[in-house]
């Protein structure tokens, strides 16, 4: 992996963490999800994933670190990884406008809310269904500012990367 890699994941990684830190007073209300996968867009998976993960883990040292912190990495890579799958073909080959893209980016955090719902629970030793609807309030939170951050969020990559071929 070359410098300039590992230094574009690392910058987003700690942009990433400071940004959940800024907003921590508002219950998911963040704009992480957006550039987790705004960053798909424009990144390969790898260092997607490797920016996902290290913001969960770095976040959690300020936060508090548990196994919870296992279960949104898989969580959000589950996420990520169908994101990449079935969304960015179609915002490759310009199918898709930058606001069904943010209609489609706040329907992810109800996919990751029942995701991490369902280890979370039966590590706690709960019903499933209804441990994801007592969350379900976090999620619109987490919806919401996910289609608000997204387009933003868009477009400093887009000029970040501009002539750039997007990954695939």
């Known amino acids: 992996m070359s410098t300039r890699r590992i230094s574009q994941i690392a910058l987003l990684t700690a942009l990433a963490i400071v940004l959940r830190f800024a907003f921590a007073a508002l219950p ?4 992480i999800s957006a550039i987790f996968l705004v960053s798909l867009c424009f990144l390969p998976l790898g260092d997607s994933l490797w920016i996902m993960a290290l913001t969960m883990l770095g976040s959690s040292l300020l936060f508090g670190f548990s196994f919870v912190v296992f279960w ?3 969580s959000f890579s589950v ?17 898709l406008p930058l606001g069904f893209q943010c209609l489609l980016a706040g329907l992810i955090p109800f996919l990751y809310g029942f995701a991490i719902s369902l280890p979370i629970a039966w590590q706690y030793g709960t019903n499933p269904l209804i441990y994801w609807l007592y969350g379900l309030s976090f999620d619109v939170l987490h919806s919401v500012s996910t289609v608000l951050f997204y387009p933003i969020i868009y477009s400093i990559f887009r000029r970040y990367y501009p002539y750039e071929k997007i990954s695939t």
């Open 28 to 31: 998911n209300i963040k704009p």
């Open 79 to 95: 996420v990520m990884l169908l994101w990449r799958l079935l969304v960015i073909p179609l915002i490759h080959s310009k199918q």
């Open 72 to 74: 949104q990495i898989a």
